[in-house]
């Protein structure tokens, strides 16, 4: 087996979570990804860098 190759990562993202969601948070979801053109993934990061840092205020 060849090892894995791709683009290297200062911050490679080993862990996986599943949530469950309502169809309006899916549907706010997308359109932030529309409107801003991020993925899924990057929206939803960054609104957990958010709440992160109200909380260490």
């Known amino acids: 087996m060849s090892p894995r190759t791709g683009r ?3 911050e490679p993202k080993k862990h996986e979570t599943r949530i ?3 169809d ?3 549907e ?3 359109f932030c990804c529309k409107e801003t053109g991020m993925t899924k993934a990057d929206v939803i990061r960054k609104g957990i860098e ?3 840092k109200e909380l260490k205020k």
């Open 8 to 10: 290297p990562t200062s």
């Open 24 to 26: 309006r948070d899916i």
């Open 20 to 22: 469950r969601m309502s």
């Open 50 to 52: 958010m709440v992160y």
């Open 28 to 30: 706010k979801l997308e």
